[in-house]
């Protein structure tokens, strides 16, 4: 009897040994050889994975330290690897008592140096989508009952609609019809999201691409296609927050993991107020409000003071820019998190990657806060957000007023863009701000309307200031829609990306004849812009908006084009002697939009809301 009660409290204290120490997953599944930064972090999943020893046996790696959380179910594993270390794989043995449990960590060979990833920049033209309502091209990975939710709802605007990386994939030659040069989707990955992410920013896995976009290797097949036919792939990461159905949520790893935890009890919601970071009078509580709140309670706040937590999402970084071969990343809610973090995060990348680029949105429509979080700007000092491109939600905003006004009215209209170039001397680079008309959470520039003329004036504007610009998917086929509804009218589907669609814009003979003149008129002046040195880097000189008229140059190396915009809806006439100085002697000149050549000793009439860019 004695013996057989021994066998089975050593049988239970083994299965229960066995369970303590079995290892779910680790993050990240993989690492590079020859990075800059020898520190590797791993995050090991497992319940009571924390009482595990654990030792390494691999030349040119060295354990650093093991971090154990107040969640017995995570671990810390760092590692330093030496600056020459092999690919291959290291033995990683985790020993509970006397029991081990081995696991094999693979190093891998980067595919370029960091140098060579070579970012966006003011030479190319992003284009902004949405996977799941842009195109499915797999309707087998649409409905899906591991994850939330499970099935697909085109009629509802708030739902899921199946839009895939496979649809994108096949429609990767309109890009290049329309002469985009860069694609920024909003974010991929996993969204298991109760009540729905179809729009992709409230993560659940930062390592795993949403099944119902694709696999992280059709992602990567994706991207490698996308290059080879010249085009550039921007992906949007958040830091600021994850989604509530996250495991770290679920099984906080510290009480410090994400800021205002006790979100149960006391929930704290940002005051979406975004000047305490610039304001010389804010209180501490106001800061504290907007920087630690929560967006909803869906989106749980990261806490980027942890250094475990920021180790985490600057490694996450990196690995997708090693495995997937991203040419840049677009941040979500920048001003949200941690400054200082933040800061850390973007100084990482820029020494890893020299020649990469990220956009940070802050969303404020002053320049000079805008301007503020520019990578060495001296509103700032002594601080430097290390970012190299922000975005210009002043002009956005701007150019949405002035569409619904006169220019001749004292500043509005056009008078309202010139004023906000004015500004551009708080900025450090102003070519490495991005410029749009609308996005994803705004209306869209044409509203419920259809006024093609300002639409061409707009995007004019848009193509040809010193700035990076982003377009929104279907502006060149005048998708319109508000946001008073939901925001799943501004997030229509692409007509003609899904089978049995009534429309296939994605064709010339899909498209109506007002959506073809929209969409050639786009197409020329992006096939013109490209390769054009004169836009992408050239300086500028405007002058104030008389009669309505707006007159800027852009010039470099001996070359111009001459921009002229009537912001009115009457004829003008443009006295040209008032322009002699940007002329250079130059009697004629070529309109690449009505592709006329234009006399410049004389005055020119301009239609209403007539655009025109002279070659000079």
Not at 44 to 72: F, R, T, W
Request: with cysteine.
């Amino acid at each position: 009897m004695r013996k057989t009660l021994l066998t089975f409290i050593l049988f239970i204290t083994a299965v229960g040994m066995n369970a303590a120490s079995k290892i779910d997953k680790i993050d990240p599944s993989f690492w590079y050889v020859g990075m800059k930064n020898p520190e590797l972090q791993l995050m090991v999943y497992g319940k009571n994975i924390s009482s595990c020893d654990v030792s390494v046996n691999y030349p040119g790696v060295h354990l650093s330290s093991i971090v154990k959380l107040e969640s017995p179910n995570y671990l810390l594993v760092y590692l330093t690897l030496d600056k020459d270390v092999k690919a291959g794989n290291i033995e990683l043995t985790f020993t509970q008592g006397n029991k081990k449990e081995i696991k094999y960590y693979e190093l891998k060979t980067r595919a370029k140096k960091g140098a060579e990833r070579i970012g966006f920049d003011s030479s190319d033209v992003l284009y902004m989508l949405m996977p799941d309502r842009f195109a499915n091209g797999n309707a087998a990975n649409d409905n899906d009952k591991a994850l939330s939710p499970s099935t697909v709802d085109r009629k509802d605007p708030n739902a899921r609609h199946g839009g895939d990386l496979a649809g994108i994939e096949k429609h990767l030659d309109y890009f290049n019809e329309l002469g985009i040069t860069a694609l920024w989707f909003t974010p991929v990955l996993e969204n298991s999201m109760t009540g729905g992410s179809y729009h992709g920013y409230a993560t659940t896995n930062y390592y795993n691409v949403d099944p119902r976009f694709g696999t992280n290797n059709e992602y990567k097949n994706l991207i490698d296609k996308a290059h080879n036919k010249g085009l550039k792939i921007v992906m949007d990461m958040i830091f600021n927050h994850c989604g509530s159905e996250h495991p770290w949520l679920k099984d906080m790893p510290s009480h410090d993991w994400f800021n205002s935890p006790d979100y149960e009890k006391n929930f704290v919601q940002t005051n979406f107020k975004l000047t305490p970071h610039v304001d010389p009078y804010s209180s501490d509580y106001d800061f504290k409000t907007m920087n630690d709140g929560w967006f909803v309670r869906s989106m749980p706040d990261l806490n980027q003071r942890n250094p475990h937590v920021l180790r985490y999402l600057i490694q996450n970084s990196f690995w997708w820019i090693e495995f997937a071969g991203i040419d840049g990343i677009r941040m979500d809610t920048y001003p949200y998190a941690d400054f200082d973090g933040m800061a850390k995060w973007m100084k990482e990348i820029n020494e890893e990657y020299p020649n990469f680029n990220v956009v940070g949105e802050s969303w404020v429509t002053e320049p000079a806060y805008t301007a503020y979080w520019q990578k060495d700007s001296k509103l700032a000092a002594p601080r430097n957000s290390n970012l190299k491109t922000v975005m210009d939600f002043s002009f956005y905003d701007k150019i949405n007023q002035a569409k619904n006004e006169e220019s001749t009215e004292d500043w509005k209209g056009l008078n309202r863009i010139y004023n906000n170039f004015v500004y551009d001397y708080l900025y450090p680079n102003p070519l490495s701000v991005m410029a749009f008309l609308d996005n994803h959470d705004t209306n869209r520039f044409l509203e419920d309307g259809n006024d093609i003329a300002e639409l061409k004036q707009a995007v004019t504007l848009l193509l040809t200031i010193p700035r990076i610009p982003q377009l929104y998917y279907g502006t060149e086929i005048m998708m319109n829609g508000r946001k008073n509804v939901s925001d799943g009218y501004v997030r229509k589907d692409f007509p003609g990306g899904w089978a049995g669609d009534a429309q296939n814009a994605f064709t010339r003979e899909g498209r109506t004849p007002i959506q073809n003149e929209i969409f050639d008129y786009i197409s020329k002046l992006l096939h013109w812009r490209k390769d054009n040195a004169v836009i992408s880097e050239g300086t500028m000189k405007h002058f104030i908006p008389q009669n309505g008229i707006y007159v800027y140059v852009r010039s470099f190396e001996g070359k111009a084009a001459m921009v002229i915009l009537n912001g009115t809806n009457k004829e003008q006439v443009l006295p040209i002697k008032h322009y002699n100085e940007v002329l250079n002697n130059a009697t004629t000149g070529k309109d690449i939009i009505s592709e006329k050549n234009i006399d410049l000793t004389k005055d020119i009439t301009l239609n209403p809301k007539q655009s025109m860019i002279i070659e000079l």
